[in-house]
């Protein structure tokens, strides 16, 4: 029998292992590259990761970092989705039960975590991975039903849209990427948590944002990626956007509802 620990254990290292495949799907994907061919090397030096050096996480924490080879920098940013993903495929279960939504839950995940690589390294979320998801979470909502029924295409349709007259409003402040992907979160998620994301989004976004110019690390004018915002919103909306907007109401409409 697997005891509790044993088969968080196992989910942990399935998310890192995963976690390590949404890397390369994030940053082969945008170039229009293979996935699965050639294997991974080292992007300076081309030396072939070797079995130990696949290893997620721990590799890096062993290589201090660093190339065996070259000793050129691995970015921090590899062995953070990898734990990322781990962890919250990990108390995924924890928040949502142990239920079919957990499918739900462990795509977002991993959608979550292959636009955050993309959209750092070149700024695109690329169409091929928005598409791909938008078949999967119909696919999946369809044997994992929402109460109502329509729900993932209001959210679809309201993930679409108020993006669209964000970017006709503002001219360029959000990329057709951001929203073709908050159109496939709304799917997920339906139209009330998707509007949250999107609030929470811009809210984090816009708090980063002046953090950032005034300790002069973002310049003024100077387009930032805001895939991961988005993301961070959702996730955020996903797990506990039920109770955010409880919270809400309670506190500033109690009478009403
Ligand atoms: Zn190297």
């Given at each position: 029998?697997?005891?509790?620990?044993i088969?968080?254990?196992y989910i942990?290292?399935?998310?890192?292992?995963?976690?390590?495949?949404?890397n390369v799907?994030g940053l082969?994907?945008p170039l229009?590259?293979s996935?699965t061919?050639?294997?991974?090397?080292?992007?300076?030096?081309?030396?072939?990761?070797?079995?130990?050096?696949?290893?997620p996480?721990?590799?890096?924490l062993?290589?201090?970092?660093?190339?065996?080879?070259?000793?050129?920098?691995?970015?921090?940013?590899?062995?953070?989705i990898e734990f990322?993903?781990?962890?919250?495929f990990?108390?995924?279960?924890?928040?949502?039960?142990?239920?079919?939504?957990?499918?739900?839950?462990?795509?977002?995940?991993?959608?979550c975590?292959?636009?955050i690589v993309?959209?750092l390294?070149?700024?695109?979320?690329?169409?091929?991975?928005?598409?791909?998801?938008?078949?999967?979470?119909?696919?999946?909502?369809?044997?994992?039903?929402?109460?109502?029924?329509?729900?993932?295409?209001?959210?679809?349709?309201?993930?679409t849209?108020?993006p669209?007259?964000?970017?006709?409003?503002?001219?360029?402040?959000?990329?057709g990427?951001?929203?073709k992907?908050?159109a496939?979160?709304?799917?997920?998620?339906?139209?009330k948590?998707v509007?949250?994301?999107?609030?929470?989004a811009?809210?984090?976004?816009?708090?980063?944002?002046?953090?950032?110019?005034?300790?002069?690390?973002i310049?003024?004018?100077?387009?930032?990626?805001?895939?991961?915002f988005?993301?961070?919103?959702?996730?955020?909306?996903?797990?506990?956007?039920?109770?955010?907007?409880q919270?809400y109401?309670?506190?500033?409409?109690?009478?009403i509802f």
């Amino acid at each position: 029998m697997l005891t509790p620990f044993i088969l968080h254990t196992y989910i942990f290292i399935l998310g890192a292992v995963l976690g390590s495949f949404y890397n390369v799907v994030g940053l082969r994907v945008p170039l229009k590259k293979s996935i699965t061919y050639p294997g991974s090397a080292c992007s300076v030096c081309n030396n072939k990761l070797s079995v130990l050096e696949l290893i997620p996480i721990l590799s890096y924490l062993y290589q201090d970092g660093k190339c065996r080879n070259c000793k050129t920098s691995i970015s921090p940013l590899y062995p953070t989705i990898e734990f990322l993903t781990a962890i919250l495929f990990t108390i995924s279960p924890l928040l949502v039960g142990w239920s079919k939504e957990l499918v739900i839950s462990w795509t977002l995940i991993s959608l979550c975590m292959i636009v955050i690589v993309s959209d750092l390294k070149y700024m695109i979320i690329p169409d091929k991975v928005n598409v791909f998801f938008l078949f999967l979470f119909l696919g999946e909502r369809l044997i994992i039903p929402t109460d109502p029924w329509w729900d993932p295409f209001a959210g679809l349709v309201i993930g679409t849209f108020v993006p669209l007259v964000v970017i006709l409003v503002s001219r360029g402040g959000m990329g057709g990427g951001d929203m073709k992907l908050l159109a496939v979160f709304g799917l997920a998620l339906g139209w009330k948590l998707v509007l949250l994301s999107f609030f929470l989004a811009t809210l984090i976004g816009t708090v980063i944002g002046i953090i950032g110019m005034m300790m002069g690390l973002i310049k003024t004018g100077k387009p930032f990626p805001f895939g991961p915002f988005l993301v961070l919103g959702t996730l955020i909306s996903y797990f506990f956007g039920q109770n955010l907007i409880q919270l809400y109401v309670t506190n500033f409409f109690p009478y009403i509802f």
